[in-house]
């Protein structure tokens, strides 16, 4: 072997290991755009873009997890998404009313259970005192999660801002999900979703 070919063939090695590690590492794909994370927030959602309004999309990493944070407003209530860069797959899901003290916006809540899984017509979900009981509260937060049953569930009544509300946790099928319902009429104020 000549000098040169010997002092060339440890260059050659080493940036024929090194093009190696950098495929191995990165990869062929950078994992999904933030219009593909829009896209899946969106038809989880039901919406279409046409549909929502302040729609925001960041690129934000946690615990070493790059994922888009995908914002946005319809029907009187706000929705975040985080959606995991590498595969696209939902990492959580909330969505909370824009004003809850506003009536429009409760009205509104596209969230809601509240009589519509009620056939008796003469039951309105409220007791004597105008508000409804924490059993009403556990069958609203329950209709959300199929399968679910109250051994999934806690849940408290607390007051936030001089309104009753209850509020509580759902562990199930490896999903947590936290919600505030308002104990007034039943609607749901707030709904996370985070899978574990």
């Not at 919406?47 to 790059?66: C, H, M, P, Q």
Request: glycine share 10%.
């Amino acid at each position: 072997m000549t000098t040169k070919l010997k002092k060339i063939l440890p260059l050659l090695f080493i940036t024929i290991l090194s093009i190696g590690l950098m495929a191995a590492c990165g990869g062929t794909s950078d994992g999904i755009s933030s219009d593909e994370a829009k896209t899946i927030a969106l038809e989880d959602s039901g919406f279409s873009e046409s549909d929502v309004a302040g729609l925001r999309v960041s690129k934000d990493k946690d615990d070493n997890i790059e994922y888009y944070e995908v914002d946005f407003r319809a029907g009187g209530i706000e929705y975040s998404y985080e959606i995991g860069v590498e595969d696209g797959s939902i990492i959580s899901r909330d969505s909370e009313t824009e004003d809850f003290f506003g009536a429009d916006s409760v009205n509104n809540n596209n969230n809601t259970t509240g009589n519509d899984t009620n056939t008796d017509t003469t039951t309105n979900n409220t007791n004597s005192n105008g508000n409804i009981t924490q059993d009403e509260a556990v069958a609203i937060a329950l209709a959300k999660v199929p399968g679910a049953t109250e051994s999934n569930m806690v849940i408290n009544e607390d007051w936030d801002d001089g309104r009753k509300e209850y509020e509580g946790t759902i562990i199930y099928n490896g999903v947590e999900y936290e919600f505030e319902i308002d104990a007034t009429n039943g609607n749901i104020i707030s709904w996370e979703e985070t899978h574990k």
